[in-house]
């Protein structure tokens, strides 16, 4: 099994950047993708970004976050990032790192971001 952890929340001011990270343990091996959801106050969680975890596969990025937010990660899949650019308050949410484990989906306990004045 994959263990996830988050770290990189805060608060901090509209239009500026954070950077999450996700540490992966465990039985990184089985994993064959990550990627980044959210949960804003009230809303269901909601996928932002994927990273591969093959040759030849590409990242995903749903609509809202195109332009403005960058997944990245190393190549064997311990670490992933995820670049927030020109945030906004909408962006407020807590952010959990994901990962497909061999059929089975894992999750991280989640970060905290929250984007105020």
């Known amino acids: 099994q994959v263990q996830l952890v988050e770290s990189g929340g805060g608060l901090v001011q509209p239009g500026e950047s954070l950077t999450l990270s996700c540490a992966a343990s465990g039985r990184i091996s089985s994993i064959n993708r990550m990627g980044w959801f959210r949960q804003a106050p009230g809303k269901e969680r909601e996928l932002i970004a994927t990273f591969p975890a093959a040759t030849g596969e590409g990242t995903h990025y749903e609509d809202f976050a195109k332009g403005r937010f960058t997944i990245s990660g190393d190549n064997d899949k311990k670490t992933v990032f995820l670049q927030m650019n020109a945030l906004k308050p909408e962006d407020t949410a807590v952010y959990y790192c994901?990962?497909?484990?061999?059929?089975?989906?894992?999750w991280g306990k989640g970060t905290l971001v929250t984007v105020s004045s």
């Open positions: 994901w990962a497909w484990d061999n059929g089975v989906n894992a």
